[in-house]
């Protein structure tokens, strides 16, 4: 029987993989292992939005979701998400399940490990980004300060923020997105996002 390699995702993978990755494994579901989540780091290809990632320190358990793989080989799975994501090969996480000895001793590594024994799996990959605030924003990572730092934002990137913020699953939640989803300037840009989908799919309707 060929490997069962597992792919874990709660941003951006679960609705703009892009053709060249989602080719490459099943529909995602969403009992995954529990991880602790949040909207801790700056990225600059979002216009310096903020963007989920596993945050041990501040973040607080969601369970997030998996697909299978499509390929046999964990190395070309580990190599589809790092393309994805366009990042190195020390981003991108990797567990073989034979090979576990000994025991992870990072927490959510030993996480993942335990959910995939319980789903009969080979392997796991996963993005290993990690929250970059407090060196990107000069201010210690809080709630208070990521509102103030979004607040900041010229219009286009607010207008990202938003834009990721709306498209996370709704199975996340975490305090950041919960305190920014009553703010003004959210409510503004995601009505018009929301507003440009469904244009956008009229026209698609009518082509």
């Known amino acids: 029987m060929p490997p069962r390699v597992a792919i874990l995702g709660w941003g951006s993978l679960l609705w703009e993989g892009g053709s060249a990755f989602d080719k490459w494994?099943?529909?995602?579901?969403?009992?995954?292992p529990i991880l602790n989540?949040?909207?801790?780091?700056?990225?600059?290809?979002?216009?310096?939005?903020?963007?989920?990632?596993i945050d041990r320190?501040?973040?607080?358990?969601?369970?997030?979701?998996?697909?299978?793989?499509?390929?046999?080989?964990?190395?070309?799975?580990?190599?589809?998400?790092?393309?994805?994501?366009?990042?190195?090969?020390?981003?991108?996480?990797?567990?073989?399940?034979a090979q576990l000895?000994?025991?992870p001793t990072d927490q959510s590594a030993a996480d993942i490990a335990a959910w995939a024994r319980t789903q009969a799996l080979d392997a796991v990959?996963?993005?290993r980004l990690s929250s970059n605030f407090e060196s990107a924003t000069k201010v210690p990572f809080s709630v208070d300060n990521a509102q103030a730092y979004l607040r900041s934002l010229p219009s286009p990137s607010k207008a990202k923020a938003a834009e990721y913020l709306l498209q996370a699953p709704e199975f996340i939640n975490t305090p950041v997105r919960i305190a920014v989803k009553k703010e003004r300037w959210?409510?503004?840009?995601?009505?018009?996002?929301?507003?440009?989908?469904?244009?956008?799919?009229?026209?698609?309707?009518?082509?």
Not at 59 to 87: F, I, K, M, Q, Y
């Open 25 to 32: 494994h099943d529909d995602w579901r969403c009992d995954g």
């Open 37 to 53: 989540l949040e909207f801790s780091r700056v990225s600059a290809s979002r216009l310096n939005a903020l963007t989920l990632v």
């Open 57 to 97: 320190d501040n973040g607080v358990p969601n369970r997030v979701a998996w697909c299978l793989s499509l390929r046999d080989d964990p190395a070309l799975v580990h190599a589809d998400l790092r393309s994805r994501e366009g990042t190195t090969v020390g981003n991108i996480g990797r567990i073989l399940l």
């Open 101 to 103: 000895d000994p025991e």
């Open 125 to 127: 990959v996963w993005t």
């Open 186 to 207: 959210f409510l503004e840009h995601a009505q018009k996002s929301l507003a440009e989908g469904r244009e956008k799919r009229i026209q698609q309707w009518d082509t």
